[in-house]
């Protein structure tokens, strides 16, 4: 049964995501976290008509670094990317990639665009003998800055 379409100002429901890295999907994760773009702030004093204040004024812009999470699979993508960074091989290893936010007819309703990513981590699940829980691997992607586009 497909939905109708959801009106522009309904909020999405977050539960149908994606990665592409290079123009290719290659994976859909159980989480994702970190999407963010923050300015620090300068505090600057004024002195006018004898009285002080505080103008704050953005500084420096930075960039989340973004955690990405899901069971484990026969897909060794997110490892062979990082093997590239563990070469240095760098030129290689950085690429464009983008999150995609899907909607009920799995359409893409939302994209964050990364520049220049590349994994700075990544991790096997914890292991035990007497847990029945999915193995979790995790990619942490630092970039040098994102857009949020409409789809």
């Not at 990317?81 to 359409?107: F, H, P, T």
Request: glycine residues 10%.
């Amino acid at each position: 049964m497909a939905y109708s379409n959801q009106r522009e100002s309904d909020p999405l429901i977050v539960y149908q995501f994606g990665i592409e890295v290079g123009g290719m999907v290659t994976g859909y994760f159980s989480e994702i976290a970190g999407i963010s773009s923050e300015s620090d702030v300068i505090e600057h004093k004024v002195s006018a008509e004898g009285k002080d204040f505080i103008q704050k004024m953005p500084g420096r812009l930075k960039w989340g670094d973004v955690t990405l999470k899901r069971g484990i699979t026969s897909n060794l993508q997110i490892w062979e990317w990082r093997q590239q960074v563990e070469e240095g091989k760098m030129n290689d290893a950085r690429k464009n990639c983008s999150i995609l936010l899907y909607d009920r007819n799995m359409n893409v309703a939302a994209r964050w665009d990364f520049i220049n990513a590349w994994p700075s981590k990544v991790s096997g699940p914890d292991i035990k003998a007497d847990g029945n829980e999915f193995g979790i691997e995790e990619m942490t992607i630092v970039h040098e800055g994102m857009r949020r586009t409409k789809a």
